[in-house]
């Protein structure tokens, strides 16, 4: 035992204290949006009538939701994948500073990203309106997670040899790259996709800026109804979101658990010399 | 054999992020170059007493949270490294992580949950002579929304980096004589640092640059974010906006340039 | 099967970027139908060669590869016909070992029914036919380097190259897939190139080796003349041990003197000891099975290995003559 009783006895306190902070909160919001009112507390009753009326008004804005995420999932599969393989490919200095690059709009403030759009792009008729300004503003922040998870699973993979393997039995680029390289790195973009669709769910920041009052999402209407809506309806529209979220949450733990139980080598680990 | 090739391939992202981000920025860094009142909008923003208040007060609230965070991270993460078997530690595994995926309005609504009007707290100080304690619509507020967002990322970080610790080490330090204090400030701590400095840097870049939460609790806190977004939305003051963005866009991006050097990846929604 | 091919490598050189020199211009020419085996240490630029000559690197500037009378110098791997068995096999894990074989047909529009025939009679040359559904996962090491080479045979190649075929399997499964392998590579009359570091492997497998070392071609030729032969002190300690000392051979013994005397430690002939030679001590024994090994100790302090047969019966602090057969 290296560590000190007293030391594990502040470490549970403090964990199970964060623990609290963090999920109770959650907890509270769920209650409010089932309880019949929340003013009298759980004694009133639960009932599914909150939910009922998000429903009623902002179902628009949960189908807009899932559409952007899943049209910004298409186009960062059709351009990441791609990408994340001339990545694995190239190791220099020019590659690497292309993922940096990548890297930028994650790492830059959502506002600043919206601004550079709008200031940029909002002025060509018809798209400013559509929905697509909003998916391109998806787009932009949740590529360079797709392509970090695809590139990890290709290089896990060691598909650099496999692609030379290929090579030498006269595949030529696109045969190698839809028979060997895509079906090998499926882990690495599948990871990605659950990441690129909870990111684009729940995203906020940018969309605020981007959207219209006919192009809402569902973070959208989350802040409309905090600024205005009864906080019952506001819990419950906060408890339809988290529903959301979960189902896509389980799956890159299980993905993320079901990578680590497997082998660590490589089917074509090189020997040692 | 010719890599030249598969230039091809990189090249729809490429153009994807070359003309909706790279350009963009470029414009808006020019657009923050233009003048209003006869002078650049990056002079008038570097010359004024209030967007420089403005950045003070974003500056020691995210200081202050990640510094909170950190103190509050270091025990936990350690806890989760030195017991990595027990019943429950999927579920509260769980618990700490999965606020990672929340938005910043939704983590503004739950400290207004916490410590709002209506809140929690409130309605647990009802008793107290100044009446029920509320604080989510100030700095108060944020400063709790900075903690509850970047809790699970430091969490996360921080105890990876225990795992890795070779426990080798402590009991080197052990059959040396080291106790439990001497033990965690000569081995434990200089192993923990570079993860600490990484995990705070992302810490203090994302509460930066926070929107969201500081939107949900009130359009009036004096944060960067929503001096910008004020100067957009309800004083059309293009330039200035464009200025302010591209100031605090340069900021977050090198504290998060030291983050990932010394931490490694790590994602998350944004806040 | 068409005719086998000639290779001809002229002033092959291989620089890196950063200015190393994996390969010094060299020259070699391997007959048709020929199985050369490429033996170096790691590092002597055996693998980077046979990269050159699929076509996975560009050699340097005013280097030619001949593959008969073609000139393929300017020639993709994807267009070159050259079977390859990789180092780690690299054999697709989305692929059943069937399919992996196939593949090579696939991508030259071969139609479906007539691949999968083709490919079992691959896998049926390497007696591998019912691991055909298998994944390659649930094969072991030695399946798996036989659907390697099953996969490179499939597409007919002109050429076929083995990068150390057998290294990644242990010691006993690649003693007995050795001698396998060198009867099916002489019957499949395929121009062959074997990169191995292991000597064993080298005289087994190829009809002639050739011997590297930093980039450069020590010495060609069969097992037999390098062995006895060897050009440099390089080939000879490569090939077998090669022990070194200073002395003078009077007739057939060992004798004080100040010559370099090379030999390899079988050649000892160890007896009593005589009124003129060295007197040598054992400074230890170590029985091997099939023979026994002793560390001579001379009087002037130089030490060697000699090797005995098997019932050898000196021990340890015995004072023995030492002379040399065939010398």
């Known amino acids: 035992m290296n560590h000190s009783r007293i030391d594990t006895r502040i470490g549970t306190a403090i964990t199970l204290a964060v623990a609290a902070f963090l999920i109770g909160p959650v907890i509270l919001s769920v209650l409010a949006g089932l309880t019949k009112n929340y003013f009298v507390g759980l004694s009133s009753g639960l009932t599914l009538r909150w939910i009922g009326e998000v429903w009623a008004l902002y179902a628009e804005t949960i189908w807009r939701s899932f559409a952007v995420a899943l049209a910004t999932l298409a186009i960062c599969v059709v351009t990441g994948v791609p990408m994340a393989w001339v990545l694995t490919l190239h190791r220099g200095r020019l590659a690497r500073a292309m993922e940096e690059l990548l890297t930028l709009p994650v790492a830059v403030p959502g506002l600043a990203s919206a601004l550079a759009l709008i200031v940029s792009w909002g002025t060509v008729s018809g798209l400013r309106g559509s929905i697509w300004f909003i998916v391109i503003g998806h787009v932009l922040f949740t590529l360079p997670f797709m392509v970090r998870a695809a590139g990890a699973s290709m290089t896990h993979a060691d598909l650099t040899t496999l692609n030379e393997a290929a090579a030498t039995l006269g595949a030529g680029r696109i045969a190698r790259f839809l028979h060997i390289v895509v079906p090998n790195a499926m882990p690495g973009i599948v990871t990605g996709a659950l990441t690129v669709l909870t990111l684009s769910i729940g995203e906020f920041n940018l969309t605020w800026l981007l959207h219209t009052p006919l192009t809402k999402t569902l973070p959208v209407g989350l802040a409309d109804a905090y600024a205005s809506a009864r906080l019952e309806i506001a819990s419950a529209y906060t408890l339809v979101f988290l529903l959301m979220l979960i189902p896509l949450l389980v799956g890159l733990q299980w993905l993320a658990a079901r990578g680590d139980r497997r082998a660590p080598l490589p089917v074509n680990q090189k020997p040692r010399p | ?271 | 099967m068409t005719e086998p091919v000639a290779i001809k490598l002229t002033q092959c050189g291989k620089t890196w970027p950063d200015g190393t020199r994996a390969l010094h211009p060299l020259d070699l020419e391997v007959s048709g139908g020929e199985i050369l085996a490429l033996l170096g240490p790691s590092g002597c630029g055996k693998t980077t060669l046979l990269r050159i000559i699929c076509g996975l690197e560009q050699a340097d500037a005013g280097a030619r590869v001949c593959f008969g009378h073609e000139d393929v110098t300017a020639q993709t791997p994807e267009a070159r016909g050259v079977g390859v068995v990789f180092q780690s096999y690299a054999l697709f894990p989305n692929m059943t070992a069937l399919q992996n074989v196939a593949y090579g047909l696939r991508v030259r529009k071969i139609p479906a029914a007539q691949r999968e025939q083709r490919a079992r009679d691959m896998l049926r040359l390497v007696r591998l036919e019912e691991f055909a559904e298998r994944r390659i996962d649930q094969l072991s090491g030695g399946q798996r380097q036989r659907v390697a080479l099953a996969r490179a045979l499939a597409i007919e190649p002109r050429v076929l190259l083995l990068d150390e075929p057998l290294t990644a399997l242990d010691a006993k499964l690649r003693e007995h897939l050795r001698v396998e392998l060198a009867q099916m590579l002489r019957g499949l009359h395929i121009t062959t190139i074997i990169v191995t570091h292991d000597q064993d492997e080298a005289m087994i497998l190829g009809d002639r080796i050739a011997v590297m070392s930093e980039g450069n071609l020590e010495q060609i030729g069969t097992a037999e003349s390098l062995y006895r032969a060897p050009a440099t002190d390089f080939v000879g300690d490569f090939l077998g041990t090669l022990c070194r000392v200073r002395a003078r051979l009077s007739g057939s013994v060992l004798a004080p003197g100040s010559e370099s005397i090379t030999f390899r430690p079988h050649e000892c002939v160890l007896s009593q000891p005589g009124s003129q030679g060295h007197t040598a001590t054992i400074l230890a024994r170590f029985f091997l099975g099939s023979s026994v090994r002793y560390e001579i100790g001379l009087e002037d302090g130089q030490r060697f290995s000699a090797l005995a047969p098997p019932d050898s019966r000196y021990t340890t602090g015995d004072l023995v003559s030492i002379s040399l057969a065939h010398h």
């Open chain 2, 1 to 271: 054999m010719a890599r030249r090739g598969w230039l091809w391939f990189a090249a729809p992202a490429a153009v994807l992020f070359i003309a909706f981000w790279l350009l963009p920025m470029v414009g808006l860094a020019i657009i923050g170059a233009e003048s209003r009142n006869g002078q650049s909008a990056y002079l008038t923003v570097l010359g004024s007493e209030q967007y420089w208040m403005s950045l003070l007060n974003t500056v020691v609230l995210s200081l202050a949270a990640t510094l909170a965070t950190l103190l509050l991270a270091l025990p936990v993460g350690r806890f989760l490294a030195w017991h990595p078997r027990f019943p429950g530690r999927r579920v509260l595994m769980s618990m700490l992580t999965f606020p990672l995926a929340f938005p910043g309005v939704v983590v503004g609504f739950l400290v207004i949950l916490l410590s709002g009007r209506q809140g929690l707290i409130a309605n647990l100080t009802q008793w107290l002579p100044d009446g029920p304690l509320v604080f989510a619509y100030g700095m108060g507020g944020l400063f709790l929304g900075y903690l509850y967002f970047s809790l699970p990322r430091c969490i996360g970080v921080i105890s990876a980096a225990a795992e890795h610790i070779d426990p080798a080490l402590l009991e080197a330090a052990r059959t040396l004589g080291a106790g439990a204090w001497r033990r965690f400030i000569d081995v434990e701590l200089p192993a923990l640092t570079p993860a600490l400095i990484g995990a705070g840097a992302m810490s203090f870049a994302t509460s930066m640059g926070a929107f969201g939460t500081a939107f949900t609790l009130a359009t009036q806190i004096d944060v960067l974010p929503i001096t910008i977004y004020n100067e957009f939305t309800n004083y059309a003051n293009i330039p200035v906006a464009a200025a302010l963005s591209i100031v605090l866009g340069l900021v977050t991006w090198a504290v998060l340039y030291v983050a990932h050097s010394l931490a490694g990846g790590g994602g998350g929604a944004g806040a």
